[in-house]
């Protein structure tokens, strides 16, 4: 049985106490719960405003640090422009000096401050702000360099992979100082899928030697600035987990369902990270039915929440065409009333 209640969102400060486990009073946070995925409105349309009811405890902002379709590179970039698919914009490492040399400038970049107006609004509300972009250390070079490419180079081309990984670090860093400098934010969310269906895409080690020192930069910088940086990863990252901590990551998503074990991964690192634990987007919203996906949302939060906080919760993925329109409402409203509740059970 749903609620009918309408859910305020949380105030900037229950947020920051979750991410920082200093002991939420309230509801656990939603963030990034109703992702509409493929499909989704054109299966239900206008119907999706009924989910209106349930908050969205942060605020994002999109700034565009690499937007390579305007940055006025001398060749032609084949396919849709170096998407996550086979073609590539760096099709040659010779190429790789222009593509550097042509990087935009952050101070010339007028979005942003487009951005900063919305971001002063967002503040006066007394919402937890967040800005980012998706893809940043192994995402945006896939679809730079390709995914067949990209794998290759990292076993016979590593030093054209260390220059572009600074390149990138370097551009990065300066648009996170201008936009934190302009919105003054609360958190930086990226993306990097660097895990599948049963491992890492990559070696841990060669994550370590090629990734993790500009993940490093990058989580170094957010902490002298004091944001809070989340990552969303999709598939398993149990092998990466040590050192997307030591380099920074304060909030985690999704914990992939059939990919990582809740359990193992909450009780090895629980009291050194925050999750942003994804309900499971691929079989628990499309396959059960609504009393099957509430008993999942609190699996996931007697799993992940802990006395001090810890958790967020969220949809794993985009919530796609197919998904029971029951079944996203039962996710929702247990979400908010049994996260509710949890909390309201640490603090008798």
């Not at 042509?102 to 800005?131: C, N, S, W």
């Not at 290759?152 to 390149?167: C, F, T």
């Not at 794993?316 to 996203?328: A, D, K, L, R, Y």
Request: net charge negative; glycine share 10%.
């Amino acid at each position: 049985m749903s609620s009918s209640k309408s859910w305020e969102p949380l105030t900037r400060e229950e947020v920051v106490k979750a991410v920082e486990r200093r002991g939420p009073s309230q509801r656990i946070p939603l963030v990034v719960a109703k992702w509409w995925g493929e499909g989704l409105h054109d299966q239900y349309g206008d119907r999706l405003e009924e989910f209106s009811r349930y908050p969205d405890d942060t605020v994002t902002l999109w700034p565009n640090p690499l937007d390579v379709g305007s940055m006025g590179l001398s060749w032609k970039i084949g396919g849709n422009g170096g998407g996550h698919d086979s073609s590539c914009v760096i099709d040659d490492w010779a190429k790789l000096d222009e593509f550097i040399e042509k990087m935009p400038d952050v101070e010339k970049d007028t979005h942003i401050d487009e951005l900063a107006a919305q971001a002063e609004k967002i503040r006066a509300e007394g919402r937890y702000l967040m800005f980012g972009w998706w893809g940043l250390l192994f995402e945006k070079p896939w679809g730079l360099r390709g995914m067949q490419n990209l794998l290759v180079d990292y076993h016979i081309a590593p030093e054209n992979i260390h220059r572009l990984h600074s390149a990138l670090s370097d551009q990065y860093c300066a648009y996170i100082r201008r936009c934190a400098e302009l919105f003054k934010p609360d958190g930086f969310w990226t993306s990097d899928d660097l895990g599948h269906q049963t491992q890492s895409m990559m070696s841990p080690e060669i994550f370590h030697d090629l990734i993790f020192p500009y993940y490093a930069k990058v989580g170094a910088l957010l902490k002298k600035l004091g944001v809070h940086w989340w990552l969303h990863s999709c598939g398993n990252n149990a092998p990466l987990m040590e050192d997307l901590i030591t380099a920074g990551v304060s909030v985690f998503h999704p914990v992939q369902k059939h990919t990582m074990d809740e359990v193992s991964t909450a009780r090895e690192f629980g009291d050194r990270i925050t999750f942003l634990a994804g309900i499971d987007v691929q079989h628990t919203l499309q396959e059960k039915d609504p009393y099957g996906v509430r008993e999942e949302v609190r699996f996931l939060i007697d799993t992940f929440d802990r006395p001090d906080g810890g958790m967020c919760i969220a949809a794993g993925n985009g919530i796609v065409s197919g998904t029971p329109f029951e079944n996203i409402e039962a996710f929702l409203d247990e979400a908010v009333c049994y996260g509710e509740k949890h909390r309201q059970g640490f603090a008798e």
